[in-house]
């Protein structure tokens, strides 16, 4: 079985903080997401990699950076953290689908909160 | 990528048929059809995926209509664990290896 692991469940930091969110996934996948979950907006994707130091950003990369240095590591990098950040965020990994599959596999979540 | 409808909520009696629909009327010959769901506090886990035939696997069935503007996801003998936020998720080749999940039906399974 697939499976992504992020460095930590629930995480609190305040505002100004420099956050480090980990993700690993042990499949070999080339591709790698961070997406962050808030009530009612459903997940909105922040930033995507599909090979080691390639990023692209997704629908909301302000205020977030990434580092992909090793293929099976994605780091979301928050640089100055601020409350409006506090959110649940998920990493998912995924082989590169050319048609059909391509299905991504999920972490279990970080629950950020910027106090 | 082609916009989907699902309903906000639905129930369903444990032991029976849940069948969740979904409305992507404006879904172009290249997109397939993915099915997503997120137990409460778990990441979203993957379902199923078709283009344009029905399909089965262990967890559930995928019916898409022949002019592929809706489809239904069919959990055969719905368990408790079965309570889930459902995704349907329409994505084009074209867009890559992105996903783009909307709200879901948050599907609730009743002793």
């Known amino acids: 079985d697939v499976k992504v692991t992020q460095s930590s469940r629930y995480l609190v930091k305040r505002t100004g903080e420099k956050v480090f969110l980990e993700c690993v996934q042990d499949m070999d996948h080339e591709n790698m997401f961070w997406y962050r979950q808030d009530p009612g907006l459903g997940l909105r994707l922040i930033y995507f990699?599909?090979?080691?130091?390639?990023?692209e950003k997704g629908d909301i990369p302000e205020g977030y950076s990434v580092s992909r240095e090793k293929k099976e590591r994605f780091s979301l990098i928050l640089e100055s953290a601020s409350t409006n950040q506090t959110s649940m965020y998920l990493c998912?990994?995924?082989?590169?689908?050319?048609?059909?599959?391509?299905?991504?596999?999920f972490g279990p979540g970080t629950r950020l909160t910027v106090t | 990528d082609a916009k989907t409808t699902q309903p906000p909520s639905m129930d369903c009696a444990e032991g029976r048929a849940a069948n969740l629909p979904c409305n992507h009327s404006t879904i172009s010959g290249n997109e397939y059809v993915y099915w997503y769901r997120q137990i409460h506090s778990q990441g979203p886990q993957y379902i199923i995926h078709?283009?344009?035939n029905n399909e089965t696997n262990e967890m559930a069935s995928l019916i898409i209509t022949e002019d592929r503007k809706s489809s239904t996801l069919i959990l055969p003998h719905a368990t408790l664990r079965d309570t889930a936020v459902y995704y349907c998720?329409?994505?084009?080749?074209?867009?890559?290896?992105?996903?783009?999940f909307g709200t879901g039906t948050s599907l609730t399974v009743i002793p």
């Open positions: 990699s599909y090979d080691v130091k390639m990023k």
């Open positions: 998720i329409v994505r084009s080749v074209n867009t890559g290896n992105q996903f783009y």
């Open positions: 078709g283009l344009k």
């Open positions: 998912a990994s995924s082989l590169i689908a050319v048609l059909g599959g391509g299905e991504q596999y």
